[in-house]
């Protein structure tokens, strides 16, 4: 409570004249119990999937009728989070809804198997298509967050047939620092952006532990896919990265940070063509910090290091190229701090001995 | 980085900041970080990106293993790198961070050259022998640091050399399958470990939130995995497992409900005991039963059941910790 009466008394400073309340605080969710409710809600879906599949064969034997039932699951999951005021009933919705879409993956499978040209790419994207779809209608923040997160993985699986796999995180990263960076565009949407964008952020992590591994959708369903602007994907993803980074500064330039900022574009745009998730995760780290938002800065952690363990594995390079481009870019990022601290007098703004950092 | 983004959404929610003040609530709010937050932050991560670059530029170079360049050069330069990084720590002019940084490098240079010993002189030595022998030396200067991420760096070596031990040992007596061995060294080990920070964090102040969480994970996916293990390959009989099991999800509820409340380790346990549970169902109705339709229903009926339990469960300990 006192720190919503610091908080009150700090927008009272700042001129801002606050209402009463018009609804009671409501306590949030936190996210373990969210993750709880999604790893039972799709084990459940799981289940249920196996019913019909055993108990309605017909369903499954027939593209049209699978679909046909896997609309109406959803038809129905979208009513019952209308009406859901209990746990139970939206924990219901949420399976049903799960089934409802495995259906519609199994009836894509199905009716674009006969398909002479890819036919992976085609369930994807029609995948990416139904998850963009219900990631934006759907009354529910837990199923928000799950179709944005299936749908970056739908995309990167359709751009992956294509050879253009990389494109996909630049842009779930563009999509993902747009989204955070609107967060309180209106009252009303916070909630909704923050599903949309946790969803995003997972599915990045996803995206980088999957090339990370050296494996792909592309290894699992078709070894042969190519595309003639293959070759523009390093750069279409490093632009992507560059641009995020771009808007980031944009936006904080509002809070005057230090002018050496701006030429982190550029940087980042040489090192994520080299090394795509090293960028992505320092794009994270630094959104995380701008909106004050620890999980964001966290997870960027994470993908910080996925990016560098997956640079060791980049086959473009020896070992000795990748070891030399390292020992110069840690000698140039040390002798850049040491120019802000000399130069630019930041010592000033220093941390004391005892701030930072945790004792043990 | 202190944040009242909680307290600022909850206002707005409530309509407490009219609609057409909230950008400039945001930014009053102080949710953003100041001119001087960016100079230290930007600081921070220059100084860890860079000292970190440094590190793995040896590591890659040593893995590359350049055969022209004599076995006393790449001693010579790793060890340099060694002192190095260990002469910036004790530096007296040194920030407690810089002294962080170097120590982080410093440990990471010594795998670096036992990797190196092993690589020049193919001692045919076990994978578990490298890690173990990596955490050994490091300790002192992981105590020394007393610093957060870098323990739990040190504990990661550590699972790593227990792990790769009984996977090839196999248990004490020789007993148990190898993997199983694996998972009961990491369980007790990652167990043994929460405790002692659990008493730290309440006698001596350390550093709680991540580093316990990620200790309990250490703790409650093997012990998990085990009871999978027991389930699809024997079902429920006898085991150590059996009464292992049960009992850790009584001491963590226990702890973790009345000790020290913390929702993210019983919904951690909830997880754990609803994936147990639904296959034992799945054991019990499926493979033993005979695949009908019915039973698929049920099964899914009752994971519902016992995930919205949970949910319902957890939000009102939730309210109730909150509250106290």
């Keep these: 409570m006192n720190s919503i009466n610091d908080l009150k008394a700090r927008l009272n400073q700042a001129g801002i004249v606050l209402n009463e309340p018009a609804t009671p605080a409501s306590l949030e969710t936190p996210w373990v119990v969210r993750v709880l409710q999604a790893f039972s809600g799709w084990l459940a879906a799981l289940f249920l999937l ?116 990389l494109v996909a995180s630049g842009f779930v990263l563009l999509a993902l620092t747009l989204l955070w960076l609107n967060e309180f565009r209106g009252p009303g949407s916070i909630r909704v952006v923050q599903a949309w964008g946790y969803g995003l952020l997972l599915g990045l992590l996803v995206m980088q532990g999957l090339a990370h591994s050296g494996q792909s959708f592309v290894f699992w369903f078709d070894a ?65 910090f701008a909106m004050g938002h620890r999980l964001v800065m966290g997870l960027g952690v994470l993908s910080l290091l996925m990016g560098i363990g997956s640079y060791y594995y980049w086959l473009d390079a020896t070992l000795l190229t990748k070891a030399l481009t390292l020992l110069f870019t840690g000698g140039v990022l040390l002798t850049l701090r040491l120019a802000l601290h000399k130069w630019l007098s930041i010592e000033g703004n220093m941390p004391s001995p005892s701030e930072g950092g945790h004792g043990k | 980085m202190a944040s009242n983004r909680r307290e600022l959404i909850s206002l707005i929610e409530q309509g407490v900041i009219p609609p057409e003040q909230m950008t400039r609530a945001v930014q009053a709010s102080g949710l953003h970080p100041s001119p001087r937050a960016w100079a230290l932050f930007i600081d921070r991560l220059l100084l860890w990106l860079g000292g970190l670059a440094l590190a793995f530029a040896v590591l890659f170079f040593v893995a590359y293993n ?57 001692t045919g030595a076990d994978p578990w022998q490298l890690f173990f022998s ?26 790593l050399a227990v792990g790769l031990y009984f996977r090839t040992w196999g248990g004490p007596f020789g007993v148990l399958a190898s993997s199983e061995a694996a998972q009961w060294g990491l ?138």
């Design chain 2, 134 to 159: 990596w955490a050994v030396l490091t300790l002192p200067w992981v105590w020394v640091a007393r610093f957060e991420l870098l323990w739990v760096l040190w504990l990661g070596l550590l699972n």
């Design chain 2, 187 to 324: 369980f007790i080990l990652n167990t043994l470990v929460l405790a002692v920070w659990e008493w730290g964090a309440h006698d001596r102040g350390w550093p709680q939130q991540w580093a316990v969480r990620l200790l309990a994970l250490g703790s409650g996916v093997p012990i998990t995995l085990l009871m999978m293990t027991l389930i699809i390959e024997v079902g429920l009989s006898w085991s150590p497992v059996l009464a292992s099991y049960p009992l850790w999800l009584a001491v963590l509820y226990g702890v973790y409900r009345y000790w020290r409340p913390d929702l993210f380790m019983i919904a951690g346990g909830c997880i754990s005991l609803l994936t147990v549970a639904t296959l034992l169902l799945a054991r019990l109705l499926l493979w033993e039963g005979d695949w009908q339709e019915g039973s698929l229903m049920l099964i899914a009926i009752a994971v519902l059941a016992m995930g919205a339990g949970a949910v319902v469960w957890l939000k009102r300990l939730h309210q109730e910790m909150s509250q106290s």
């Design chain 1, 50 to 165: 196996g019913f019909v599949a055993m108990g309605v064969v017909f369903v499954v034997e027939s593209p049209a009728a699978s679909l046909g039932l896997g609309l109406a699951m959803i038809g129905a999951a979208y009513g019952l989070f209308r009406k859901a005021r209990s746990d139970v009933l939206e924990h219901l919705a949420l399976a049903v809804s799960l089934a409802g879409q495995l259906l519609i993956a199994w009836a894509a499978v199905a009716f674009w198997e006969e398909s002479a040209t890819s036919l992976w790419a085609l369930v994807a994207w029609s995948l990416f298509g139904l998850q963009s779809v219900l990631a934006l209608v759907m009354p529910s923040l837990l199923h928000r967050t799950f179709s944005a997160f299936a749908a970056s993985l739908a995309l990167y699986m359709a751009l992956a047939m294509s050879a253009m796999a």
């Design chain 2, 66 to 122: 350049w055969t022209e360049m004599g076995r006393w050069l790449r001693f010579g330069m790793v060890q340099a790198a060694v002192v190095l990084a260990v002469g910036i720590a004790v530096w007296s002019k040194a920030t407690p961070t810089v002294k962080r940084v170097a120590l982080t490098a410093a440990s990471l240079l010594v795998g670096v050259l036992l990797a190196l010993i092993g690589q020049v002189y193919q």
């Design chain 1, 224 to 288: 042969h896919s190519t595309s003639v602007l293959a070759w523009s994907a390093p750069w279409l993803s490093a632009v992507m990265v560059a641009l995020s980074l771009a808007l980031l500064l944009y936006n904080v330039a509002k809070s005057k940070p230090h002018w050496s900022l701006y030429l982190s574009p550029i940087a980042l745009l040489l090192i994520s063509f080299y090394a795509p998730g090293v960028g992505q995760g320092l794009v994270v780290v630094l959104l995380g």
